[in-house]
């Protein structure tokens, strides 16, 4: 595991040509058990990932990642499961500088970066699930529901709310 995600795939950028490279993992059964835990699902019975880098520049990176992934969640209302299948592609370049190294005292709002501006690595080592496990974490349905479910809320029983102060307009007539 890498600073804490259930899933590494290390890749040194400094090998990369100028042809490229692509490079394709499937995740094992113990590595799904850890991003069902990692994601709050039920299951994740695939997760697949195809990514192809190319070095357009010395110290440039363009990474095409290609996600694909079987999840089983609880449906939000009857807790059965439901079954959901994620297929998404995204773009990340990075940028080497290997002076971030030596500039990480400098305060956080230094590093604060636009979304359009690569991102910056002061590493040639490079885990590529990283970016995968960001990305599939955003895909899940925050509400699964089972087809055909629909929540239904409790009927009020009481006609007129009881008034929250009524308990103390009966401590002063006591009074």
Do not use: W
């Not at 055909?148 to 307009?169: H, I, S």
Request: aromatic share 8%; hydrophobic share 40%; charged share 25%.
């Amino acid at each position: 595991m890498n600073n804490g995600l259930p899933l590494s795939h290390p890749y040194n950028l400094n090998r990369l040509g100028q042809a490229g490279d692509e490079v394709s993992f499937t995740a094992t059964e113990e590595d799904r058990a850890a991003l069902a835990r990692f994601a709050g699902v039920l299951r994740v019975d695939l997760f697949a990932a195809h990514v192809a880098l190319r070095k357009p520049a010395p110290n440039r990176f363009q990474l095409d990642f290609t996600l694909e992934a079987d999840i089983v969640q609880a449906c939000v209302v009857s807790l059965a499961e439901v079954a959901s299948h994620i297929e998404h592609r995204f773009s990340r370049e990075l940028h080497f500088d290997p002076a971030l190294q030596r500039a990480k005292d400098r305060p956080e709002e230094d590093f604060l970066q636009e979304d359009d501006k690569p991102e910056e690595i002061d590493s040639l080592h490079y885990d590529l699930a990283a970016p995968l496990i960001e990305e599939f974490v955003l895909a899940i349905d925050p509400y699964p529901r089972a087809p055909g479910v629909a929540f239904e809320a409790p009927q009020e029983t009481q006609d007129t709310p009881e008034n929250p102060f009524a308990v103390l307009k009966g401590l002063k007539s006591g009074l």
